[in-house]
């Protein structure tokens, strides 16, 4: 049983450390709440949403509403960037910073013309991929080159 501890033991502390969030993949944020993702040395913020027009269930209404929510990005050695990802898709649901795309997917709870909605309890969902790699001219040089 002791040999059998001591070998559990020893591959804990041999196992590589946990990443954070994997990249591609829906996290949950709450107010005031944050998260690495990938292996990167990134880290992705939700502060709280500043606006939820969104339209109640119970109500009949002219267009679904938005709900705006204020994030943050640190990069490795930069200062933190501030930015606002919304749900109607007439604004920005997503953003490229640096070499990634951050993308809103849901904020939760929705708003309900019964139930007080407390701005402590949204959670909002999010995407963070890393961003393509633009095709320049240089790059269909160096194509036409590998196939000549």
């Known amino acids: 049983m002791r040999s059998l501890l001591t070998i559990l033991f020893l591959m804990i502390l041999v196992l590589p450390a946990q990443a954070g969030q994997p990249f591609g993949e829906p996290f949950i944020l709450g107010v005031g709440e944050s998260a690495q993702i990938g292996d990167a040395e990134l880290s992705v913020g939700f502060d709280a949403i500043t606006s939820d027009s969104r339209c109640p269930t119970g109500v009949w209404c002219f267009w679904p509403g938005d ?7 640190t990069l490795p050695g930069e200062a933190a960037q501030d930015f606002v990802l919304h749900t109607y898709y007439d604004y920005d649901q997503m953003i490229e910073l640096g070499a990634y795309v951050i993308s809103l997917q849901l904020v939760t709870p929705y708003p309900d013309i019964s139930v007080p909605l407390d701005p402590a309890t949204y959670q909002v969902t999010l995407v963070v991929e890393r961003a393509s790699v633009p095709v320049t001219e240089a790059s269909w040089g160096v194509l036409k080159a590998l196939y000549r």
């Open 67 to 73: 709900a705006a929510a204020d994030l943050w990005l």
